[in-house]
């Protein structure tokens, strides 16, 4: 990146970061950091991978070494949460959005220590991929700190208008058409862009505050959405 340095990118991220409340989604891991796994038979492991393969945000496989220096790749199927650090840029846009998020914390099954220095946190659920299709995945959480009544979740598959890049580096995530959100618990399912005024009122009518507060339904305020309805609705 010809002309700019690591503190000109801080400042203006820190101009976008602040007007948006998801997480960035993960394309790149931090070798040099600690990989944080919980199994599900609730085994916690430390690691630092030398590969995590990623396929459409999706976690295929992760290979690290163990103290006899062999590689060794964890069972995807047998991980209940992950939390993966962030590449250095990626890290900066992800630690200013969580501490964003901090001012109310409610989910308190999150670590939130971890994911303020700069990690992605990615846990098992199960998805619904087409009308009478259910898998079982391990998703990345773009809203883990406020995520305990509505979680969303990265979706792998979904088309993206916009966004900030500098250079090769994508700084700020673009206006995602699509993302998969778990309701209290129950299977995640897909939400639509141009759906969203329609599913609105299934999703927050319960809350007479959030047409008080939000006179126009607009699929750019969804985490605004999300958050205020975490921290304001009873």
């Known amino acids: ?46 690691v630092n991978p030398s590969r995590i393969k990623f396929k459409k945000g999706l976690i295929e496989e992760v290979i690290y070494k163990n103290e006899a220096g062999e590689k060794v790749s964890i069972p995807i199927e047998d991980v209940k949460e992950m939390y993966i650090p962030f590449s250095d840029l990626a890290k900066m846009n992800a630690t200013l959005t969580t501490l964003t998020n901090m001012k109310k914390i409610v ?32 998703m990345q959480s773009l809203n883990p700190t406020f995520g305990s009544k509505i979680m969303v979740f990265m979706d792998p598959f979904a088309s993206e208008a916009g966004g900030l890049a500098v250079g090769d580096i994508q700084m700020t995530g673009g206006d995602s058409k699509s993302y998969y959100i778990k309701v209290g618990g129950e299977i995640a399912y897909r939400l639509y862009k141009k759906n969203y005024k329609d599913e609105f009122d299934d999703l927050f009518g319960d809350c007479k505050k959030m047409k008080k507060e939000f006179k126009k339904v607009k699929w750019s305020d969804f985490a605004k959405h999300v958050y205020y309805y975490e921290t304001e609705c009873n």
């Open 107 to 138: 989910n308190s099954d999150i670590k939130a220590d971890i994911l303020e220095k700069g990690y992605a946190y990615f846990v098992k659920s199960e998805v619904m991929i087409k009308k009478k299709k259910k898998r079982t995945l391990l």
């Open 1 to 46: 990146m010809k002309n700019l340095t690591l503190s000109t990118l801080f400042l203006m991220m820190c101009s976008f970061v602040f007007a948006q409340d998801f997480n960035v989604e993960m394309t790149g891991f931090s070798k040099k950091k600690i990989t944080y796994v919980t199994m599900e038979n609730m085994e916690k492991m430390e």
